[in-house]
Every structure is written in C-alpha cells, then in structure tokens.
C-alpha cells in the first residue's frame, strides 16, 4: 500500500487525477473571515443549520501569510455515507475531489474553497484546531511557518499535496507545541 502522498496513492484518491501547479502565498487578507462565513452559511444551506463546520488553515489565523484558499472543515456523522452530504455539497456549487479512508474533500471549481470532511471523532479535527489556535496565539510559529510557505511556494510542484508534504516538518514541531500549550506545559 501507498503512503500518504505516493503517486500511485494520490492517482487513487484524488478524483481527476494529478494537477500540476504554481503555489502563490500572499500577505493575510482581513476579508478572509468574512469569505469563510459566507461559505459556511452556503455549507448550512445545503446541509441545514445544524452543520458542524469550522475555518481552518492558514486563511484562519489573522496575520498569517496563506495560499487564497479557504480551508473549511465539516465534521458529520460517517465520512463514508456520500449519500448524506455529497449530493447536497455539489447542488450548492462543490466538487468532490478526494476521496480517501476517513477523509473526503470538496472545493469550488474555481479551485478556491477546500472543504475537507471527516467523520466524528477523527484525529484530523483536533489536529487542525490545535494548529490554528496555537498559531493564533504564538507569534514566532506563526512567522516560522509563513516563512516556510513562502520557500516552499518558489518551488514547481508537480501537485499541491506535494507542497503540504513538504511542510510537514514544520507541522509537526508547531503542533508539538500547540498540544504543549493545549495540555499546559508551554505558556
């Protein structure tokens, strides 16, 4: 079996296969939040006023250089019941594009929304919430990761979860400390 971000995995999960691209990080945008909100009033639309949903990623935290991309996190019931929420999502203007164990993730066609889908009690949602709230709270990290994006965002990627893998160090010793700071031992 594939690891995470294989060609022979991503060419399985990822519906329309590889796309190549050009990564564009830019200065933080204020209007960020309220673009969120508007997409998630379109995701409880679709879904009804109960949605679970969440802004996440860089786009989340105020100050913080980003890809134009909205990262938006939904958390329902069973990732692997498409019937509850797909069709809905795509009538509301979403495309599905990764289909995976445990995850699911749909965007907009013009390639900047990502709403990714897990089930209750996923890992993944606590690790992103931590990401975003400790990069909230620490300056440092919050620069220490924007620099990151900006080096890796010189580079060709022959697909963006390329670009995401290629950060993945710098993830995991931001999300030490935001567990560190979560748990109490780090101010």
Known sequence: MGT????????????????????????????????????????RRALGE????????????PGLAAKPIIDMLLIVEDVDDEDAFVPALVAEGFVLRVREAGHRMLRTPARDVHLHVYGEGAHEIQDYRDLRDWLRHDRADR?????????????????????????????????????????????
Do not use: C
């Open 4 to 43: 995470e971000h294989d060609d022979d995995y991503l060419d399985q999960v990822l519906i329309g296969g590889r796309e190549p691209t050009r990564i564009v990080v830019v200065d933080p945008d204020p209007h960020w939040a309220e673009r969120f909100g508007a997409l998630a009033a379109r995701v």
């Open 50 to 61: 109960a949605a679970r949903i969440e802004h996440i990623g860089s786009t989340s935290v």
């Open 143 to 187: 620069e220490m990761y924007a620099a990151k994006k900006r080096e890796l965002a010189e580079r060709e990627w022959r697909d963006m979860n390329y670009y995401a893998q290629a950060k993945d160090g710098v993830v995991a010793l931001i999300l030490a400390h935001a567990r560190a700071w979560r748990t109490g031992e780090r101010a």
